[in-house]
């Protein structure tokens, strides 16, 4: 299997967990924390973007999130290739946290910029996107290394 096979598939399974994770947190403290939902909100409300007829399902959204996702993937293997060809607990928990640290300060600078933002409970927000990171390490190098290894 191609590098580029093995990365987009570890991306789509990260990012799939990922998902899960948001959806779960979100019904939980029942807020709108779902990556996808999110930027499909802010496409919605910029002025130079069309309209969306459903932020839910919108697939600009969802494309967007799982690109970002093999993304992640593409920049683990640039950046730590011994990471994803044997992951440990300890590896994949770090990166996860990087990963979600980039993630907050990204989602951070989007809200400050747009004019009308998406709403929800924003240190919550954060919150559940740096653990949403851990989790989408956790599925997504793993299964990085399994390809690898075939």
Known sequence: ???????IIAGIV??????LYSYLKAKKEEQQYVE???IN???DNSKNLPELSDEEIHPAGWLIH???????VFAYRLIWKNALHKPTLGKMLIIGSLSGLTGIMVWKMLFRQHDQPPQNYRYGYYRQLFVA???FALAALPTYSALNDK
């Open 14 to 19: 990260g990012t799939t967990f990922m998902t």
């Open 36 to 38: 996808p939902i999110m």
């Open 133 to 135: 990171h851990i989790v």
């Open 1 to 7: 299997m191609k590098t580029v096979e093995k990365i």
């Open 41 to 43: 909100g802010l496409i």
């Open 66 to 72: 799982y690109a970002t996702g093999i993304g992640f």
